[in-house]
Nanobody
Framework: QVQLVESGGGLVQAGGSLRLSCEGSGHISTYAMGWFRQAPGKEREFVAGIGSGDKAYYADSVKGRFIISRGGPRTTVYLQMNKLKPDDTAVYYC??????????????WGQGTQVTVSS
């Protein structure tokens, strides 16, 4: 059974940075991993993903500002978020599956971590 635990959320001013972490347990070292977010009243949306070969994918809204990467044992994935905007405010979720997809059809999900960007 795969379990994912996010951390690193918080309150930051616009223009600032945060780094989210997702620690996975189970046999996920060969899985694709991704980050999604959901703002109040909106649908959950793809933010970034990293494939088993470490190719990275980004939503247009975060390209050039966010960076997804894996930790050394490949059971941890990070999301470095720079130049944050109030529109980035959301609950951020980590996900894992065999391949990266920009849909929400991933097999495993974390519980989410709140990111709030003040103007």
């Amino acid at each position: 059974q795969v379990q994912l635990v996010e951390s690193g959320g918080g309150l930051v001013q616009a223009g600032g940075s945060l780094r989210l972490s997702c620690e996975g347990s189970g046999h996920i070292s060969t899985y694709a991993m991704g980050w999604f977010r959901q703002a109040p009243g909106k649908e959950r949306e793809f933010v970034a993903g990293i494939g088993s070969g470490d190719k990275a994918y980004y939503a247009d809204s975060v390209k050039g500002r966010f960076i997804i990467s894996r930790g050394g044992p490949r059971t941890t994935v990070y999301l470095q978020m720079n130049k944050l905007k109030p529109d980035d405010t959301a609950v951020y979720y980590c996900a894992a599956d065999i391949i990266v997809t920009m849909t929400t059809k991933w097999d495993f999900w974390g519980q989410g971590t709140q990111v709030t960007v003040s103007s």
